[in-house]
């Protein structure tokens, strides 16, 4: 299984929304003791578990470092050159309050970026980590919320949202995706 967070490379990007993604995956390295992969072929920071149990050896971890609207490059790359089939895709949704968690596999890319660029490089059948951040209260001012920092109340619980998806993300390589989304899923935000 190829585990890929979405985020855009670069200080400035860190913490934001939009880089909920690699925070997981940051979480999910830390916890495993995942072993950075070299190569600069996969436009991205792929790692592979290490100290792990047996049922962890064959999966890898992915930030894509292409930027989040070809994040889709970088995913093929490394899905063909390991010959994997199956991906789970974790990111930012502006449809879900702060806090909420919701699993899917395929459907449409909701005007994300990153989902549209590895919707176009590998199909939409993939499984989708949604992570809830909310949304601004303009249309017009979403690029600023994405691309901004989390707010202080946000920030009281993103630590326990990051940990919640990462065991989330656990679970998946064991289990099936219904019985993970029932078990894992949640409506609200956990603020």
């Known amino acids: 299984m190829l585990i890929v967070g979405l985020g855009n490379p670069g200080t400035d990007y860190e913490n934001t929304r939009h880089n909920i993604g690699f925070m997981v995956i940051d979480e999910l390295i830390a916890r495993h003791n ?4 070299s ?3 996969f436009k991205g920071e792929c790692y592979k578990f290490q ?9 890898f971890l ?4 292409t930027f989040m609207n070809l994040s889709g490059e970088s995913v093929v790359k490394v899905k063909n050159f ?3 089939d199956e991906v789970v895709v974790i990111h930012d949704d502006l449809d879900l309050p702060f806090g909420a968690l919701r699993l899917k596999k395929g459907g449409g890319h909701g005007g ?3 989902l549209k660029s590895i919707d176009s490089t590998i199909s939409k059948e993939y499984i ?3 992570m809830g951040i909310g949304k601004p209260e303009h249309k017009g001012e979403v690029v600023s919320f994405v691309l901004g920092k989390f707010s202080a109340e946000e920030r009281q619980c993103l630590e326990d949202f990051i940990a ?7 679970a998946l390589l064991q289990k099936p995706l219904d019985v993970v989304a029932a078990q894992y899923s949640k409506k609200k935000s956990m603020c």
């Open 82 to 84: 390991y010959k994997v």
């Open 128 to 130: 989708r980590v949604r």
């Open 62 to 65: 992915l930030k894509p470092l």
């Open 39 to 41: 190569s600069s072929s």
């Open 34 to 37: 995942a072993t950075k992969l």
């Open 51 to 59: 100290n792990s149990s047996v049922s962890l050896e064959n999966h």
């Open 112 to 114: 994300h970026n990153g």
């Open 164 to 170: 919640h998806t990462a065991d989330t993300v656990e």
